[in-house]
């Protein structure tokens, strides 16, 4: 088992070596879930790797703030002979996104990877990761009271979609920004998971990067 999960890492490696050349990428963005309405703000961080003059592979990691909305649900009184048996309380839901991005890129108008400006496009997978919370803002005794909802868990959606961007290279480094768009093939939830994760989550997300490409060469 420790060696099926080793053979994946040990392949990166040897394909990070196997190359002369990488660029490091940082950058903002913006990714937005279609249906949930949910707009995180990210900070991403990756990797280019060139296979040719035209043609690359990049894989990019990305966590966001925490998006928080105050919201009600009821309480219900543990024991039934607890007055009131039913009362409202305020709580603050919250939502984190973290994920990794992998795709490829071909740069197909202007100049390549290494030179000028130049457009590309390309597949991207997505494997995101989305953290529920809920803390309850109302003073309630817990001990007494059970929420009826709470908004807590974990989901997990493994998605592909299509990327493209632009990117001006200088002297002193590579600018770019690109769009991407995907679709969730699959989804799955935490055994802990409650509350109104549709609204939360989405299947079909956009999302928008800027950022910095530094290259090294080996």
């Known amino acids: 088992m420790k060696a099926k999960m080793l053979l994946p890492i040990i392949l990166v490696i040897v394909s990070f070596s196997a190359k002369a050349q990488v660029g490091l990428m940082i950058g903002p963005g913006l990714n937005y879930g279609f249906g949930s309405g949910q707009l995180f703000k990210t900070l991403n961080l990756g990797v280019e790797i060139p296979r040719d003059e035209s043609a690359s592979i990049i894989i990019r990691a990305y966590a966001s703030l925490k998006n928080s909305k105050t919201d009600s649900t009821y309480a219900e009184a543990i024991d039934l002979m607890t007055s009131p048996s039913v009362m409202m309380v305020n709580v603050k839901n919250g939502v984190t996104q973290f ?16 030179y000028g400006f130049g457009l590309y496009g390309g597949t991207v997978f997505d494997f995101s990761f989305y953290k529920l919370s809920s803390k309850v803002i109302d003073a309630i005794d817990e001990s007494a009271y059970r929420l009826q909802t709470s908004n807590k868990g974990s989901v997990f959606l493994l998605s592909f979609g299509l990327q493209g961007g632009v990117k001006k290279q200088f002297a002193f480094g590579t600018l770019f920004t690109d769009l991407s768009l995907s679709y969730a093939i699959v989804a799955a939830g935490s055994s802990k998971l409650s509350g109104d994760a549709g609204s939360q989550v989405s299947a079909l997300n956009f999302g928008w990067t800027i950022g910095f490409r530094k290259d090294l060469f080996f």
């Open 99 to 114: 994920g990794i991005q992998g795709g490829t890129r071909r740069y197909f108008i202007g100049s390549n990877f290494d």
